[in-house]
């Protein structure tokens, strides 16, 4: 069991994407969209804070978790 334990935490480790300012400038544009179509539609944005997540240091959500 820790053998395929160890091998999944490897391919997570490879497949996580790498942040650079490209991504962040991606991640800001979705948000930034997302906040003005619900602002046209009469609905408020409800972002959760950081601190309710419960990642491993260093690691972000994917585009999925984001989502």
Known sequence: ????LRRLERLEKRAEPAVNQTTVQLASIIRERRRKRLGVLGEVQEELPWSTF???PG???SIAETL
């Open 1 to 4: 069991m820790k053998v395929l």
């Open 54 to 56: 419960s990642l491993r």
């Open 59 to 61: 690691r972000r959500l």
